[in-house]
């Protein structure tokens, strides 16, 4: 709620700032805009602040007071009991499998998909084309049944690789890879074509060592993906052994709720976030770029 | 050009005349065909496997009496037509769902771009300083994982949690946020339009940024005002990024799962139940008929609503 009033505020001194800066800027608004915008950061913030914080405190100490905001003493305590009861090795072994399998095939697909409807003139492009856009469209909740009965029948419930396979190819990569490869001039492949090298060859020794930045922006949307997908492996993922971070946080954390073992469920909610905001900040480009360009996540 | 060539092929080489320059132009692309399909394979197995016969399969579904048991008996499954939409219609429970998933979009969708526009305004707005941190903040909710998010949510909403301690120290004595019918749905949107604002922010950002500077210029000299700027150029200009951040939004929002599922599993008394939510419990529960029935609603509720928008938002030439 606060969230909403703060940002009403900088809605107006926002308009102000914007007008103004367009013909030369005034000394008076800027402060009122900064203002504005570190007090949204700082509610922005907050859940982390909350989250990492709460994950560091002594079960104890969260008993007597759960609220407090800052943490009296550090403790690693509750990490420790993750790992060793609570069996999240194995979830973050799943996740990172799973996650892998993910981006090497997003990676195989989307380069050769997208390179072919960018750069190939053949019969059915349109239509290729048009599978890609309602790939995107239809929504998850309209096929997951379906896609439930399918990874029964292919033998694949309760498998990392069923968790996997239906992001394997994810129309949002060929997408960035069409985009991408159409930015690509032509006559670098009409070239080599002239030269007699064959369309595989195009494809691996001029295409692919040029589709780099395209390549990175899918490598880390797929990773996203793959590593925050709920539903999906929560439909799967049956029995522990093949729970990925998210479904198995969750479970722990309902087991938990029982006895308020926060501590608990913050560190676990740390480590199933940490590493994607470590990569955002370190590849931020490649993110905000990547979600720019489709409108996905 | 080779399609040109192609085009003229068939009409040009007779058959059994010796290879001429047209007919090797079709073989080549005859051949370029096949390989832009072989390029293409690996999606389209997964497009066919997992988008396309699933989108068939769910209306199939959704007219047998399909359960989750007769997966191992598939022809004890009876078509029984219309029935499990009628079923829908008078299920109380999901005309309830349907209320509550409109409350979502009505309340998440403005509130969302609201927040994201006006950020993406005042990032836009000349500053330097700071600006990179600014926009990595605002956009750091959309990368964190929905589970996570929603566990520090139940932590600080919880009836002795950080919420209610901060309303306590100013006098307020603070609810049980996720067990009140009407406190719920607030806090479950709350959390979607922290984990979305983000995106919208960073596509309004670049819609703006692709408005030539001289525009404003030129109104300013005219003596337009920062009121009539933002309302006569900015806005129309940036109809295209409105429609299609809307477009999006919609969608999550009439999907909406994670946010209701994770904090309240659709709880007080089914107040923050979405359709999406239905339609997995309805699946939980084995009904795979009626769950394919309510995800059915859903693909048709999307396909409307992307439609509307488009026509609505259009600009009028």
């Given at each position: 709620?606060?969230?909403v009033?703060?940002s009403q505020?900088t809605d107006l001194t926002s308009h102000?700032?914007t007008?103004?800066?367009?013909?030369?800027?005034?000394?008076?608004?800027?402060?009122?805009?900064?203002?504005?915008?570190?007090?949204c950061?700082?509610?922005?913030?907050?859940?982390?602040?909350?989250?990492?914080?709460?994950?560091?405190?002594?079960?104890?100490?969260?008993?007597?007071?759960?609220?407090?905001?800052?943490?009296?003493?550090?403790?690693?305590?509750?990490?420790?009991?993750?790992?060793?009861?609570?069996?999240?090795?194995?979830?973050?072994?799943?996740?990172?499998?799973?996650?892998?399998?993910?981006?090497?095939?997003?990676?195989?697909?989307?380069?050769?998909?997208?390179?072919?409807?960018?750069?190939?003139?053949?019969?059915?492009?349109?239509?290729?084309?048009?599978?890609?856009?309602?790939?995107?469209?239809?929504?998850?909740?309209?096929?997951?049944?379906?896609?439930?009965?399918?990874?029964?029948?292919?033998?694949?419930?309760?498998?990392?690789?069923?968790?996997?396979?239906?992001?394997?190819?994810?129309?949002?990569?060929?997408?960035?890879?069409?985009?991408?490869?159409?930015?690509?001039?032509?006559?670098?492949?009409?070239?080599?074509?002239?030269?007699?090298?064959?369309?595989?060859?195009?494809?691996?020794?001029?295409?692919?060592?040029?589709?780099?930045?395209?390549?990175?922006?899918?490598?880390?949307?797929?990773?996203?993906?793959?590593?925050?997908?709920?539903?999906?492996?929560?439909?799967?993922?049956?029995?522990?052994?093949?729970?990925?971070?998210?479904?198995?946080?969750?479970?722990?954390?309902?087991?938990?709720?029982?006895?308020?073992?926060?501590?608990?469920?913050?560190?676990?909610?740390?480590?199933?976030?940490?590493?994607?905001?470590?990569?955002?900040?370190?590849?931020?480009?490649?993110?905000?770029?990547?979600?720019?360009?489709?409108?996905?996540? | 050009?080779?399609?040109?060539?192609?085009?003229?092929?068939?009409?040009?080489?007779?058959?059994?005349?010796?290879?001429?320059?047209?007919?090797?132009?079709?073989?080549?692309?005859?051949?370029?065909?096949?390989?832009?399909?072989?390029?293409?394979?690996?999606?389209?197995?997964?497009?066919?496997?997992?988008?396309?016969?699933?989108?068939?399969?769910?209306?199939?579904?959704?007219?047998?009496?399909?359960?989750?048991?007769?997966?191992?008996?598939?022809?004890?499954?009876?078509?029984?037509?219309?029935?499990?939409?009628?079923?829908?219609?008078?299920?109380?429970?999901?005309?309830?769902?349907?209320?509550?998933?409109?409350?979502?979009?009505?309340?998440?969708v403005p509130l969302t771009m609201g927040v994201g526009f006006a950020l993406a305004l005042a990032l836009n707005s000349?500053?330097?300083?700071?600006?990179?941190?600014?926009?990595?903040?605002f956009?750091?909710?959309?990368?964190?994982?929905?589970?996570?998010?929603?566990?520090?949510?139940?932590?600080?909403?919880?009836?002795?949690?950080?919420?209610?301690?901060?309303?306590?120290?100013?006098?307020?004595?603070?609810?049980?946020?996720?067990?009140?019918?009407?406190?719920?749905?607030?806090?479950?949107?709350?959390?979607?339009v922290?984990?979305n604002f983000g995106t919208a922010m960073v596509l309004f950002l670049a819609g703006l940024q692709?408005i030539?500077?001289?525009?404003?210029?030129?109104?300013?000299?005219?003596?337009?005002?920062?009121?009539?700027?933002l309302r006569?150029?900015t806005l129309?200009l940036l109809l295209?990024t409105t429609l299609m951040v809307s477009?999006l939004l919609?969608?999550?929002?009439?999907?909406?799962?994670?946010?209701?599922?994770?904090?309240?599993?659709?709880?007080?008394?089914?107040?923050?139940?979405?359709?999406?939510?239905?339609?997995?419990?309805?699946?939980?529960?084995?009904?795979?008929?009626?769950?394919?029935?309510?995800?059915?609603?859903?693909?048709?509720?999307?396909?409307?609503?992307?439609?509307?928008?488009?026509?609505?938002?259009?600009?009028?030439?």
């Amino acid at each position: 709620m606060t969230a909403v009033t703060a940002s009403q505020n900088t809605d107006l001194t926002s308009h102000t700032a914007t007008a103004r800066s367009a013909v030369r800027p005034r000394p008076v608004a800027r402060p009122l805009l900064y203002a504005a915008l570190v007090l949204c950061a700082l509610l922005t913030l907050l859940p982390f602040v909350w989250g990492i914080g709460g994950s560091l405190r002594s079960l104890d100490e969260i008993r007597s007071d759960p609220g407090a905001l800052v943490p009296h003493h550090f403790t690693l305590d509750n990490f420790t009991r993750l790992f060793r009861t609570q069996g999240f090795g194995r979830f973050m072994v799943n996740s990172i499998v799973v996650a892998a399998m993910v981006v090497v095939g997003n990676i195989v697909a989307a380069s050769a998909a997208g390179y072919a409807l960018a750069k190939l003139e053949f019969a059915g492009r349109r239509l290729a084309f048009g599978a890609v856009m309602a790939a995107m469209m239809v929504p998850f909740t309209a096929v997951f049944v379906p896609q439930f009965v399918l990874t029964v029948d292919m033998g694949l419930a309760d498998t990392l690789a069923g968790i996997a396979l239906p992001s394997l190819a994810m129309p949002m990569s060929v997408f960035i890879m069409r985009q991408y490869a159409s930015s690509i001039p032509d006559e670098l492949l009409e070239a080599a074509r002239i030269d007699g090298a064959g369309e595989f060859r195009i494809f691996f020794r001029i295409f692919l060592p040029l589709a780099g930045p395209a390549v990175a922006t899918i490598t880390i949307m797929s990773f996203l993906n793959s590593w925050n997908f709920f539903i999906w492996p929560l439909i799967v993922a049956q029995s522990t052994s093949s729970y990925t971070l998210p479904v198995g946080l969750a479970a722990t954390s309902q087991a938990a709720a029982h006895v308020t073992d926060y501590g608990l469920m913050l560190a676990g909610a740390v480590v199933v976030m940490l590493p994607v905001l470590v990569l955002f900040l370190c590849l931020q480009r490649y993110f905000v770029q990547g979600i720019a360009g489709t409108g996905m996540r | 050009m080779t399609t040109t060539l192609t085009r003229r092929a068939p009409g040009t080489t007779p058959r059994g005349r010796p290879v001429t320059a047209p007919a090797r132009a079709r073989h080549r692309s005859l051949r370029r065909t096949a390989v832009a399909w072989l390029f293409l394979a690996p999606f389209l197995v997964v497009f066919l496997l997992y988008t396309a016969i699933p989108t068939v399969a769910a209306l199939g579904f959704s007219l047998t009496d399909l359960h989750g048991a007769d997966l191992r008996h598939p022809f004890a499954v009876d078509f029984t037509g219309l029935e499990n939409y009628l079923r829908l219609f008078q299920d109380q429970t999901f005309l309830r769902d349907i209320l509550n998933t409109a409350v979502f979009v009505a309340v998440g969708v403005p509130l969302t771009m609201g927040v994201g526009f006006a950020l993406a305004l005042a990032l836009n707005s000349g500053i330097r300083r700071l600006r990179g941190l600014f926009r990595t903040v605002f956009f750091a909710p959309v990368v964190t994982n929905v589970v996570a998010a929603a566990l520090i949510w139940q932590y600080a909403f919880n009836p002795s949690g950080t919420v209610n301690k901060v309303l306590g120290a100013v006098g307020f004595a603070g609810p049980n946020w996720l067990d009140d019918q009407h406190l719920a749905m607030p806090v479950v949107i709350l959390l979607g339009v922290w984990r979305n604002f983000g995106t919208a922010m960073v596509l309004f950002l670049a819609g703006l940024q692709s408005i030539p500077q001289d525009v404003y210029e030129a109104a300013a000299l005219d003596g337009a005002g920062k009121w009539r700027q933002l309302r006569h150029i900015t806005l129309p200009l940036l109809l295209p990024t409105t429609l299609m951040v809307s477009v999006l939004l919609t969608v999550f929002y009439l999907q909406v799962f994670d946010e209701p599922y994770l904090l309240t599993n659709g709880g007080p008394l089914g107040s923050t139940e979405s359709v999406a939510l239905y339609t997995y419990h309805q699946f939980g529960v084995g009904e795979f008929g009626v769950s394919s029935a309510a995800s059915f609603v859903t693909l048709v509720l999307v396909a409307l609503v992307s439609v509307v928008q488009f026509r609505l938002l259009r600009p009028r030439a």
